[in-house]
């Protein structure tokens, strides 16, 4: 009997030798931290790659009746003509060069008047309403050389071009010869037009050159 209940008691739940006579705790478990929740990062201006301070943005307050800006709220004209030569120059090389071919009069006449236009609007952009820079870095200096470099070239060679189709059209009549040499021409502005956009862009959006205003003599 003495031996039943030592054995008893030995064995009862409520008792553990080898702990002391406490029970076994499950250890609190750490919170975990949501992964699917993430810290708000700060807002960044795309533009200038910095953080956006409200006297930077002041007055930038969503209004549906001023979405379209009026030619005065830009700081300069320079990019709203500049679009121009870009697209017209670029295409009219490429339509001349596939009417080597197909030699046919309305092509001749479409390029000649895509011509015209690209080279008025070319020469808008890069004498009458260049726009007129200060306070540029020196690495932005060296970009803004390149970019007038081949603004001029674009003007040369889209003068010639010109030039080319006018006698394209109305003295050799559309002669393949004539389209071939017109078109080369027109290759040459096409291209020096891709790199003066290239160059103007990289001013824009790397240098920082024109975005409201900045580094502008002359605003209107």
Excluded at 34 to 58: F, G, I, N, Y
Excluded at 129 to 155: C, F, I, N, R, W
Aim: charged share 15%.
């Amino acid at each position: 009997m003495l031996c039943f209940l030592f054995i008893s008691v030995a064995l009862s739940p409520r008792t553990v030798i080898a702990h002391g006579g406490e029970k076994h705790k499950e250890k609190a478990k750490t919170p975990q931290a949501d992964s699917s929740r993430q810290e708000p990062e700060d807002s960044r201006d795309t533009v200038v790659l910095k953080d956006v301070t409200p006297a930077e943005h002041a007055g930038h307050v969503a209004n549906p009746g001023e979405v379209h800006a009026s030619l005065a709220d830009f700081p300069h004209i320079h990019p709203l003509i500049v679009h121009f030569p870009i697209m017209l120059l670029m295409i009219a090389a490429a339509m001349q060069f596939v009417n080597i071919l197909f030699r046919k009069e309305e092509l001749n006449w479409a390029v000649t008047i895509m011509v015209l236009v690209g080279f008025v609007t070319a020469y808008a952009s890069s004498y009458w309403s260049h726009p007129h820079t200060s306070g540029l870095s020196a690495h932005a200096e060296l970009v803004l050389e390149q970019h007038d470099k081949y603004a001029d070239y674009t003007v040369y060679l889209a003068g010639i071009g010109l030039v080319a189709q006018l006698l394209s059209v109305l003295v050799f009549k559309g002669k393949r010869w004539s389209i071939a040499v017109a078109a080369v021409i027109l290759i040459g502005a096409g291209y020096a037009v891709s790199m003066a956009g290239h160059y103007g862009a990289q001013l824009v959006h790397i240098e920082g050159v024109g975005p409201q205003g900045k580094f502008l003599e002359q605003h209107h």
